[in-house]
């Protein structure tokens, strides 16, 4: 089989101008990826595929203003982060609790990363548990790496409480965790 479109470059510009073929195979390349960040945002898994569609539909509409300035992979999950986002806006489910005191809720460094020997599943689950204020912030800090200042930027809310979110669903993760090992251990 001949490779038609190697060069991501002519694959966008042809896609920018319609042609369907480039488009399928810019979907192709990037939808298994963007469904995995939508699903870190949304779940059940049927809708974060529909968010993902609507992200490429706007990808698509909108590829003419992809400047290549950076990654093209960037640019499409960042705008797949804005449509889970805008989602979750439209639920008006953001309920940002009040700021607490860093004392009351302790620092990062006392939050023990022992997560990591679970299986990927049950961590998923604990993180769908999550309120969504608590859960937006930490996917938008661990997974996509954001900073606090763009976390408050990107959500209309002060630095402050992305820190305080994020601290929050640590320890909510934590407890979490705690419990399935406690029933693991228990059984």
Known sequence: MI???????????????????????????HAPKM???????????EIAEEIMLNGFFKIFTKLDRFSYQGSFEGWVRRIMTRECIDHLRKKDVFKFKDEIDEEKIGCDEDVQEDEA??????????????????????????ID????????????????????????????????????????YEA
């Open 145 to 184: 790496g954001m900073k606090h200042r763009e976390i408050a930027r990107f959500l209309n809310i002060s630095e402050n409480t992305s820190k305080t979110q994020y601290r929050k669903a640590r320890l909510m993760l934590q407890e979490q965790v705690q419990q399935i090992r406690k029933q693991h």
């Open 35 to 45: 469904l995995s960040v939508c699903r870190q945002y949304i779940s059940p898994v």
């Open 3 to 29: 490779h038609l479109y190697t060069n991501e470059k002519k694959l966008i510009q042809n896609a920018a101008k319609g042609d369907r073929k480039s488009q399928k195979h810019l979907f192709d390349k």
């Open 117 to 142: 020997d679970l299986p990927l599943h049950l961590i998923q689950e604990c993180i769908d548990n999550l309120p969504n204020g608590y859960k937006s912030v930490f996917v938008m800090l661990t």
